[in-house]
């Protein structure tokens, strides 16, 4: 029983609900510009246009990320030129992943042809693919924001001096 209640005390927590709740504004940020742009380059350079929204999307997350989820609120040179290398390296390896599989889905499974209807809505093959992997890639975005970019550090306790 004790450890069901520290897993839902480690998944229901504050910064849990708080990365979920901006992981979602991120996603809607990256749709929303993917979206825009697709239009303007006529479905065409979809690749290209998944860049333009991985930029616009992870300056949105660092700085969500950064305020309201794991509160690191510095803004000294010293502490951005650890974090924003950090926190862009890491999203790099998420960026990769979207990319190959935005890929993988047009290309090879041809979402780009397909339309698929909810309940209320129709979404292009396209912006499915990209929900699918953006579920992907909030997860791994989490860990590698959690345990390296904004980890913590555990306060060494102060050296005392020995009287003789």
């Known amino acids: 029983m ?3 209640k520290k897993l839902i005390h480690a998944l229901l927590n504050k910064e849990t609900i708080t990365y979920v709740l901006f992981g ?7 749709l929303v510009v993917f979206k825009a742009f697709d239009v303007v380059f006529g479905g065409k350079l979809y690749l290209l246009t998944n860049s333009i929204a991985w930029i616009a999307a992870v300056v949105f997350a660092y700085i969500t990320n950064k305020l309201f989820v794991f509160e690191s609120k510095s803004w000294k ?52 693919a990209k929900l699918i992997l953006g579920v992907l ?5 989490y860990v590698l924001s959690k ?18």
């Open 24 to 30: 979602v504004l991120t996603t809607l940020v990256n």
């Open 77 to 128: 040179f010293d502490v951005l030129k650890k974090e924003i290398p950090s926190f862009v390296g890491a999203r790099v390896a998420s960026y990769f992943i979207e990319q190959a599989g935005l890929w993988f889905f047009v290309e090879l499974l041809h979402f780009d042809e397909k339309t698929f209807n909810f309940i209320v809505v129709s979404l292009s093959g396209k912006i499915v």
């Open 2 to 4: 004790e450890k069901i």
């Open 137 to 141: 890639v909030v997860i791994i975005n």
């Open 147 to 164: 345990f390296i970019i904004f980890a913590k550090k555990k306060e060494k306790p102060e050296k005392t001096e020995m009287k003789e």
